[in-house]
């Protein structure tokens, strides 16, 4: 018995210290989407009766954003829930179809107040054409 008191039990103990590199992370992926968001804000400058030049540029950043994001999603292992990835695409896919929906609005606006002004000046017209025939 006064044996087993005396026994060394040794012990391995193992520190691991893990750090995430983001610079590689930040240069592929944060700063090219950033840089595509602020592009289809530039699409702004845009003078609203260029119609394909506007769109152009804009289908083109989502196909350039969607297609980052099937690269990057592919080298990131499967999950069954969303990842900080996904959701950072999402937003940046969010703000881009913003603006495609900002200009369909500008667009809609500029093509009714066409179609009012049009309206307003026949229905003028044809008075104008009475006073003058009725002097």
Avoid at 11 to 39: C, D, H, K, Q
Avoid at 65 to 72: C, G
Avoid at 80 to 97: P, R
Avoid at 100 to 127: F, G, T, V
Wanted: charged content about 20%; some cysteine.
């Amino acid at each position: 018995i006064t044996g087993e008191r005396t026994k060394c039990w040794p012990m391995v103990a193992a520190v691991f210290r893990l750090e995430r590199r983001w610079t590689s992370y930040l240069l592929y992926v944060f700063l090219p989407n950033i840089i595509l968001v602020g592009l289809s804000w530039i699409s702004f400058l845009v003078p609203p009766y260029i119609v394909p030049g506007r769109m152009v540029l804009l289908i083109t950043i989502v196909i350039v954003l969607f297609n980052q994001y099937s690269k990057e999603s592919g080298k990131s292992p499967p999950l069954n829930g969303l990842k900080v990835q996904d959701f950072w695409f999402i937003g940046c896919t969010v703000f881009i179809l913003a603006a495609i929906l900002e200009y369909a609005a500008c667009l809609y606006i500029k093509r009714e107040a066409l179609h009012q002004k049009k309206n307003h000046a026949k229905e003028s017209s044809p008075a104008k054409v009475e006073g003058i025939q009725k002097q």
